[in-house]
């Protein structure tokens, strides 16, 4: 055991033991050994070893487990688990054993980008945004796994739908994907988008309207049905107001 690791057990013995009500050094101390170990033992780019992804794994998750641990412990769980299912899939090995493993990174790693995008501030705005963008990483290429889409449906809700207001042009893109499971997840999350923003939804849509297939034609009108809903909504309140005028 390393003195950091020791200092992190020391912090999280004396809090105990004092009942100490602020997480935030304790959640500092696992992060940062679960950084300094991830630094020490990869570049960037690098593989992970198992024993090392165990071991920066039990560190970020022992700070996510800590009440009130905000942002950035969600973040750094998910970005890592996220990390470790692509090495899984970039790998040769195509056992049912490693295709469990890396469905259940995947699993982790969208529960950890929900969290950390709920909990995302204005100053972690760009890394929000990339959060989201790994979340749709997780939709679009690991969606036709068992579980997977079904995770992140239930999940889904709990992100405020002006965040996805970002990443809409990336949602439009994908409108076409004939899986089952991911289409389940894209459809009503574009028309909630529709719902609320009809304006900044259909403008985008109109933007790809060039390059729609027949397909396309079909899941365009139903979603511009939608949004002439929501249109109507919006235009019904300023009518009767000007026929109470008259």
Not at 130 to 138: K, P, R
Request: glycine content about 6%; proline content about 3%; some cysteine.
């Amino acid at each position: 055991m390393t003195r950091l690791e020791k200092l992190c057990e020391v912090v999280d013995m004396v809090s105990h033991c004092e009942g100490v009500k602020d997480n935030s050094l304790r959640v500092s101390c696992w992060l940062e050994l679960g950084d300094w170990q991830l630094s020490e033992a990869a570049s960037p780019n690098a593989l992970i070893s198992e024993r090392m992804q165990l071991d920066v794994l039990t560190a970020y998750k022992r700070a996510t487990l800590l009440e009130g641990c905000g942002y950035r412990a969600w973040h750094a769980w998910a970005l890592l688990n996220f990390r470790v299912a692509v090495q899984i899939g970039e790998s040769e090995n195509t056992t049912k054993a490693a295709e469990n493993t890396q469905r259940n990174h995947i699993v982790a790693a969208v529960k950890g980008f929900v969290n950390a995008i709920s909990l995302g501030r204005r100053k972690e705005s760009a890394s929000v945004q990339q959060d989201l963008l790994n979340l749709l990483a997780c939709l679009f290429q690991y969606g036709n796994l068992q579980d997977v889409a079904s995770v992140i449906n239930e999940n889904i809700a709990s992100v405020a739908v002006e965040a996805w207001l970002g990443v809409l042009p990336q949602l439009l893109a994908r409108i076409h994907i004939m899986e089952p499971s991911i289409r389940a997840v894209l459809h009503p999350l574009l028309i909630r988008l529709g719902e609320k923003h009809p304006q900044g939804t259909s403008a985008e849509m109109e933007l790809l309207n060039g390059f729609r297939t027949p397909y396309l034609n079909v899941l365009f009108l139903f979603s511009f049905f939608s949004l002439n809903v929501s249109f109507v909504g919006l235009t019904k309140e300023p009518r009767s107001r000007a026929t109470k005028r008259s």
